[in-house]
């Protein structure tokens, strides 16, 4: 049985950080490009950063520079490092496996396309 269980999550002043972790089980792990996704109160799901098999990275232009996408392929952990939070980052944080993608072609396909396994989320919720 296939399962991401995200963690990590909270309540943290603007400037903050948080790390948010991914276990993965039931599955071959380091065959699949990892993601992390985020949906706000009222908006669309949206990709964060992932990180392919290569542990290439690719990161949205809202979080570069602040947030670090990392892996333990003997863990089976995906990893989202969160410095320097603001009050916009607030939102449910939701890992994801696609398959036979790259990091790059990841973040620039629409949420829903090609993901095989979604976790169930974990809300961080950044105060000012």
């Known amino acids: 049985q296939v399962q991401l269980v995200e963690s990590g999550g909270g309540s943290v002043q603007a400037g903050g950080s948080l790390r948010l972790s991914c276990a993965a089980s039931g599955y071959t792990y380091s065959s699949y490009c990892m993601g992390w996704f985020r949906q706000a109160p009222g908006k669309e799901r949206e990709g964060v950063a992932a990180?392919?098999?290569?542990?290439?990275?690719s990161y949205a232009d809202s979080v570069k520079g602040r947030f670090t996408i990392s892996q333990d392929n003997a863990k089976n952990t995906l990893y989202l490092q969160m410095n320097s939070l603001k009050p916009e980052d607030t939102a449910m944080y939701y890992c994801?496996?696609?398959?036979?993608?790259?990091?790059?072609?990841?973040?620039?396909?629409?949420?829903?396309?090609?993901?095989?396994?979604w976790g169930k989320g974990t809300l961080v919720t950044i105060s000012s």
């Open positions: 994801a496996a696609r398959r036979s993608m790259t990091a790059i072609q990841a973040l620039g396909a629409p949420y829903y396309y090609g993901v095989d396994y």
């Open positions: 990180i392919d098999s290569d542990g290439s990275t």
